[in-house]
């Protein structure tokens, strides 16, 4: 764990001010460190910002820690390391599967995202990211923008989705999300073909709708829902679709329940209300819990692990990087569909949950690396 970092003459120090720390804590955070098995978490503070960051890098083993920056106003420091910690781990396993030369990596900004005082902000952040010398690469995220991303690029290269260059990813998570689903079909009904099948689409944001105008093109019918009205709207003019109230949403008798707003709702409430033969969305940590995902195995419904079926935005990035066309990277997202076949073989052959057949897939890879480069030393 890195807990203080040089950056301008000055000391950034772990977590809160110093008074805001107490001692018996310590155990505590080393112990979340412990379990998620992290290469390198970076805690820092800037007083002349008020810059809190966390920076968690999982695993360099396949290559740079990617991940984005995500600003939210977290009810306790604890509360926000952990969200770094499992969103880093799930970058690792989420670059891994769709074969990608990168290492997982999250970073988190304590604070009030909608603060206009963003310059000095994310160039302290810059500061941060610049001293962990290249192992940790940003792009944004939740509460972030394009523009946050170039302040940060004043301060360091270790940054991504600027301005002018890979451009919203939505376009391409949804069409991973959209291969994903017609994988997870021919598993259920012997045929990938969409035409005639019935989707309760949650959330009809960027993602979402992009997703939807796919289903729609196939022939699918969609019931959809979000806690934005207009989004709704959108959707059902666009594409046709039957609207819901959010909550109603579970309720719906359908093929295919696809999450694509927040994480967490496969969850005790949720499970019973279920009347649908798969899952697969976009959402991140569609899970509440592990126990949820062996709830629908037992239920014979199919999961689609989130962080395989969503990695077309991962794909977007690593576009940027790599200097893909955007022809390439969607053909890159399209490859979701035999990564999911995998799991879902894995899974059946060693009778296992997928989302543990995912991890499975992951794990052999990162694996499969280490391995080759200790025997290149």
Excluded at 9 to 34: I, K, V
Excluded at 248 to 270: H, K, M, S
Excluded at 293 to 298: I, M, N, R, T
Aim: aromatic share 6%; charged share 25%.
């Amino acid at each position: 764990m890195r807990a203080r970092v040089k950056s301008s003459g000055s000391t950034l120090r772990a977590g809160s001010p110093p008074a805001a720390s107490a001692p018996e804590r310590a155990e505590d955070l080393f112990a979340l460190l412990a379990e998620h098995a992290h290469e390198q978490v970076s805690l820092c503070y800037e007083p002349s910002t008020g810059y809190r960051g966390i920076i968690a890098i999982h695993s360099t083993v396949l290559g740079p820690a990617l991940g984005g920056t995500r600003f939210w106003s977290y009810g306790s420091d604890r509360e926000a390391l952990i969200d770094a910690l499992r969103l880093s781990r799930g970058m690792t396993y989420k670059a891994a599967v769709a074969g990608l030369n990168l290492g997982g990596g999250k970073s988190v900004i304590i604070g009030d995202n909608t603060t206009a005082r963003r310059e000095p902000l994310f160039r302290a952040h810059g500061r941060h990211i610049e001293a962990l010398k290249g192992r940790y690469i940003t792009a944004e995220d939740v509460g972030t923008s394009t523009q946050d991303m170039e302040y940060i690029k004043a301060e360091t290269n270790h940054v991504t989705g600027l301005i002018g260059t890979s451009g919203d990813p939505s376009p391409v998570t949804a069409y991973g999300v959209y291969r994903g689903i017609k994988a997870c079909a021919r598993v259920r009904y012997g045929s990938d073909e969409l035409a005639g099948k019935t989707v309760a689409l949650q959330g009809c944001g960027h993602v979402g709708y992009h997703l939807a105008k796919l289903l729609h093109a196939e022939g699918a019918h969609l019931v959809v829902a979000d806690v934005d009205p207009f989004r709704v709207a959108r959707v059902v003019d666009e594409c046709q679709a039957q609207s819901v109230a959010p909550d109603e949403i579970y309720r719906v008798q359908a093929n295919v329940f696809a999450p694509c707003a927040l994480g967490a709702v496969i969850n005790d409430a949720t499970l019973k209300l279920l009347r649908v033969e798969i899952v697969a969305g976009a959402a991140n940590n569609q899970l509440a819990d592990e126990r949820h995902g062996d709830a629908l195995e037992a239920r014979s419904i199919i999961y689609a692990p989130d962080y395989v079926i969503n990695g077309g935005g991962l794909i977007n990035v690593n576009a940027e990087l790599q200097g893909w066309s955007l022809e390439r990277a969607r053909a890159k997202a399209g490859e979701i569909y035999d990564a999911l076949l995998r799991v879902f073989e894995i899974a059946r052959d060693e009778r296992i949950p997928t989302y543990r057949a995912a991890d499975r897939l992951a794990e052999e890879r990162i694996a499969a690396v280490a391995k080759v480069r200790q025997n290149l030393v």
